[in-house]
């Protein structure tokens, strides 16, 4: 995965809007070690193949953290501490958040097509 660069990101993000898309979004911050160190708090959140259409969208933030949000019709969705995306996936876009120890903690992911 590489650094977000926002206009690119910008640039993906408006080419995707107005359309029926599917979403994968997911955040940990450790729920899933919570077992192992009862210190940390299990909070989590996951949402795979709903389907939204964005009428606007954005990123925002000055890195190393962004934040992307989109406007539906009836609400919004919005992703924060987004720190990376992957170039190899041309037709979705594919954005993550890493800790200082490179953990995954967040994810925002859009699709024409089901995510597996």
């Given at each position: 995965?590489?650094?977000?660069?926002?206009?690119?990101?910008?640039?993906?993000?408006?080419?995707?809007?107005?359309?029926?898309?599917?979403?994968?979004?997911?955040?940990?911050?450790?729920?899933?070690?919570?077992?192992n160190?009862?210190?940390?708090?299990?909070?989590?959140?996951?949402?795979?193949?709903a389907?939204i259409r964005?009428?606007?969208?954005?990123?925002?933030?000055?890195?190393?953290?962004?934040?992307?949000?989109l406007?539906?019709?009836?609400?919004?969705?919005?992703?924060?501490?987004?720190?990376?995306?992957e170039?190899?996936?041309?037709?979705?876009?594919?954005?993550?958040?890493?800790?200082?120890?490179?953990?995954?903690?967040?994810?925002?992911?859009?699709?024409?097509?089901?995510?597996?």
């Amino acid at each position: 995965m590489l650094p977000i660069d926002p206009e690119y990101i910008q640039q993906r993000i408006e080419q995707m809007k107005d359309q029926d898309l599917y979403i994968h979004l997911e955040l940990t911050n450790g729920a899933y070690a919570a077992h192992n160190d009862a210190s940390r708090h299990p909070a989590a959140n996951f949402i795979k193949n709903a389907v939204i259409r964005y009428v606007h969208g954005g990123i925002s933030g000055v890195g190393p953290y962004y934040r992307v949000g989109l406007k539906m019709e009836q609400g919004w969705i919005y992703s924060e501490g987004l720190t990376h995306y992957e170039e190899t996936e041309n037709d979705r876009l594919i954005l993550a958040g890493h800790d200082k120890d490179g953990k995954l903690v967040v994810a925002l992911q859009i699709s024409p097509y089901p995510f597996e």
